[in-house]
């Protein structure tokens, strides 16, 4: 299964408003905070442009206002266009002014995740992880332990996206396993993640510059494909009229 991957950062969102829909208008000017305002127009806009490109249509405001980037019952994010269900699933995701959109032109049950490379207590180890993912991270050498911690934290995230439950699941319901000793050649790792009940994800985890990524499914899948955003694409004039 192909999963497609777009990173955008603060600096690459319009400084206008006119791309979004209405519900999403809506939804904005509902929102009381500086921070959450902008981590959530920064996911809206790198969702547009990694389906703008995977759907092949131009990133204007007349087609992004069409697509409607909706919270489910549970949270998690559905893509309309035209008012009509897209056959489509796509996951979000930000950090320190970075967002990421993983999309999948099926509807697989996938999340991903971005996190960053830094320390974390041990007081953070025994309460979120399991007694296998504990015993890896003492294991692991001072230098690995921030990158292994993002790496197994991430993968948690994403795990529960794909569930649809989120942080309202105890993370120890999943364990993580990193297959850290095999690199794809544009620099994905594989990683598995099991649900409690024996449910199986799939997924991927790349570490650069400081930023962990990972992203899993229901069922196998290559290693993200990254998406180019085309110059053309971009309409000065029309995104300032």
Same mark, same amino acid.
């Given at each position: 299964? %192909? ?15 006119? @791309?979004?829909?209405? %519900?999403?208008?809506?939804?904005? %000017? ?14 809206? @806009? ?23 980037? $909706? ?7 559905? /893509? &309309? ?13 930000? $950090?320190?002014?970075? +967002? ?16 960053? /490379?830094?320390?974390?207590?041990? +007081? &953070?180890?025994?309460?979120? &992880? ?6 890896? /991270? ?16 991430? +993968? ?49 985890? #790349? ?11 229901? #069922? ?7 998406? %180019?955003?085309?110059?053309? &694409? ?8």
């Amino acid at each position: 299964m %192909n999963v497609y991957w777009l990173e955008q950062t603060e600096a690459d969102v319009s400084r206008e408003n006119n @791309w979004l829909s209405a %519900n999403e208008a809506a939804c904005l %000017n509902g929102m009381r905070f500086a921070k959450r305002r902008a981590d959530w127009r920064l996911g809206r @806009w790198t969702a547009k442009r990694a389906l703008s490109v995977c759907w092949d249509v131009p990133a204007n405001p007349e087609v992004f206002k069409k697509m409607d980037i $909706r919270p489910a019952h549970s949270g998690a994010p559905e /893509v &309309f266009f035209a008012e009509q269900a897209a056959a489509v699933t796509i996951s979000l995701t930000h $950090r320190d002014g970075v +967002a990421a959109c993983a999309v999948a032109m099926s509807g697989v049950e996938m999340g991903c995740d971005l996190e960053m /490379v830094e320390p974390r207590s041990d +007081a &953070f180890v025994a309460d979120y &992880f399991t007694i296998e993912e504990q015993a890896l /991270v003492a294991r692991s050498s001072l230098t690995d332990r921030p990158r292994l911690l993002a790496l197994l934290w991430s +993968a948690k995230e994403s795990a529960l996206k794909a569930l649809h439950e989120g942080l309202r699941l105890d993370t120890r319901c999943v364990m993580v396993n990193p297959f850290a000793t095999s690199f794809d050649l544009n620099g994905w790792s594989p990683l598995q993640v099991r649900y409690t009940g024996n449910k199986v994800f799939h997924g991927w985890w #790349q570490n650069t510059d400081h930023i962990l990524r990972t992203v899993v499914a229901a #069922q196998p899948l290559d290693p993200p494909i990254p998406l %180019n955003i085309p110059a053309h &694409f971009f309409d000065s004039v029309s995104w300032c009229a």
